[in-house]
């Protein structure tokens, strides 16, 4: 075995891209540009909100701190951070969610957002951004195929701290993929990139970071099974009678009845990788 010799680098890559191809909506933003899917995320975060407040005591904020959120979503941690700190930049590239971003800062009056509406991988260092960052973050986010090159561009312009959030093993939502894959396109599913792939690049750069696990709840709410088809449907585009009724009746199985609502349960394994540049 040639342990010295693997590109961990290189597996993101294959890894990274084959979801990105496998992904039926299309376009790279894909579920994200779309506002329902916006809005149900930020719901959903809101009435998981424990989360939100363990990842806010736990990040290194003062008064006095510039932070970047790379894939900040519609503000879950950048709204928060704001209100703590002296700015942040909200880099976001899909349209969905970087609407509800700025609706939300309306909506609480937040002056100190600067948005910019860019992959990371896109992003101009000189000018969409206001280097250097005390602490960095990128939270379920690192969607990028070039994983080194995205860490290399954050080393760049952090001065301390960078938190990256990412998952631990088969996500629920892949678990679902991985049986349907087969039965609806004829395929296999390939799931996307780990901590381990992120570790070892990491690693590879001579950056040693701090590992935490946590377990986090993943949880889809439908007032009725047509509107957990409209969800379920726009993510596995669906293209014939044969594959909505193979979708429907397994969705039919998969959700729970609770207090009249149907629900999708799942709990996913994630981990925070952070370290400090000194
Ligand atoms: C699951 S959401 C997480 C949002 C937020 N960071 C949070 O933790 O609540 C993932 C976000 O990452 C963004 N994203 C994916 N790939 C990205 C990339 N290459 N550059 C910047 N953002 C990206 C998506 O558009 C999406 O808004």
Redesign the pocket.
């Known amino acids: 075995m040639q342990y010295g010799k693997i590109d961990w680098n290189d597996i993101w890559k294959e890894l990274m891209t084959t979801q990105q191809r496998l992904d039926k909506t299309g376009d790279k933003?894909g579920h994200?540009n779309k506002r329902e899917n916006a809005e149900r995320?930020w719901k959903r975060?809101q009435e998981n909100s424990e989360r939100t407040d363990s990842t806010l005591n736990e990040l290194p904020l003062t008064s006095g701190s510039k932070v970047l959120?790379?894939?900040?979503?519609p503000g879950?941690?950048a709204i928060p951070i704001a209100k703590r700190v002296s700015h942040v930049t909200a880099?976001?590239?899909?349209t969905g969610?970087m609407d509800i971003l700025k609706e939300n800062m309306e909506k609480q009056g937040i002056d100190n957002i600067s948005c910019v509406s860019k992959?990371?991988?896109d992003v101009d260092v000189e000018n969409d951004l206001d280097a250097p960052y005390d602490v960095i973050i990128a939270?379920?986010?690192l969607?990028?195929p070039d994983i080194n090159e995205a860490i290399q561009k954050m080393q760049q312009v952090s001065s301390k701290y960078v938190y990256l959030?990412w998952f631990a093993g088969t996500t629920p939502w892949e678990k679902h993929s991985i049986i349907l894959w087969p039965a609806l396109y004829g395929t296999n599913y390939v799931p996307g990139p780990k901590c381990d792939v992120l570790y070892n690049v990491l690693y590879n750069k001579g950056i040693y970071p701090e590992m935490h696990v946590f377990s986090m709840d993943y949880t889809n709410y439908f007032s009725c099974m047509d509107e957990a088809m409209d969800f379920y449907r726009d993510r596995y585009v669906i293209e014939t009678q044969e594959q909505e009724n193979l979708l429907r009746n397994y969705f039919r199985d998969v959700l729970v009845q609770e207090n009249g609502q149907l629900v999708e349960k799942g709990i996913s394994t994630r981990v925070r990788i952070s370290w400090e540049n000194k």
């Not at 959120?69 to 979503?73: A, L, P």
């Not at 880099?91 to 899909?94: D, K, L, R, S, T």
């Open positions: 933003e994200w995320f975060t959120d790379i894939g900040s979503g879950r941690l880099v976001e590239p899909a969610m992959r990371w991988e939270s379920f986010s969607g990028m959030y």
